[in-house]
């Protein structure tokens, strides 16, 4: 059971991870053109204290891997990471009012399917 608790955690640090990164940078803008204004842009970036708790949630996020794979197989553990497309595409419609169209329902559904058939 541990094993399943240390893929949650995973799943749940890397998409907060990504719809924090999405927030942040939602609201310092679009990317620049010039070279200077990209340095300054990802300076200004990465101390971006929501920023960088993304990167610490990605580091976390790798810690609880290795734990996973202590208990399974890569082949057994891996595609529940695919989760992570059901996690984001909830959350980002919630939080970003994105879009929630069939094709993407259809697909994170087809996606759950697969991870049924493949951790069995």
Known sequence: MIGYIYILFTLVLTSYGQLILKWRIDLHGAF???FKSQMLYLGKALLDPYIISSFISALLAS???????????????????SLSFLLVLIFSYLLFKEPLTTGKVTGVMLIIIGLYFSSR
């Open 32 to 34: 620049p053109e010039q």
């Open 63 to 81: 810690l609880t891997w290795m734990a996973a794979l202590t208990k399974f197989k890569l082949s057994h553990a891996y595609p529940f990471m």
